[in-house]
Nanobody, 120 residues
């Protein structure tokens, strides 16, 4: 029905930057809020940032001022610009979206995740 595909993860040195993308496709009538979550080994999944369809954003305290979430509604894509990366930012980053489908269903959809490694 609806798929989210993340890209842009990889290995970066502490202090470096990385840009994640998440493209939504499928039976989409409307994409509402979208967001990024992350899960590090042995830890609970945590919210990183969210953005509404109107562009209102929300950030975890741990990333505020370093990460920027944005979206391109024409491309059904959400981005996460990450800068001043720290080893604690290393995790699998997953995209999330609230979707109103052409079948008139309201779904919460998750991507498979993309790995971010922060290491020198």
């Amino acid at each position: 029905q609806v798929q989210l595909v993340e890209s842009g993860g990889g290995l970066v040195q502490p202090g470096g930057s990385l840009r994640l993308s998440c493209a939504a496709s499928g039976s989409i009538l409307r994409l509402n809020a979208m967001g990024w979550y992350r899960q590090a080994p042995g830890k609970e999944r945590e919210l990183v940032a969210t953005i509404t369809s109107g562009g209102n954003t929300n950030y975890a305290n741990s990333v505020a001022g370093r990460f920027t979430i944005s979206r391109d509604n024409a491309k059904n894509t959400v981005y996460l610009e990450m800068s001043s990366l720290k080893p604690d930012d290393a995790a699998v980053y997953c995209c999330n979206a609230l979707v109103f489908t052409t079948g008139l269903q309201y779904l919460e959809v998750w991507g498979q995740g993309t790995l971010v490694t922060v290491s020198s």
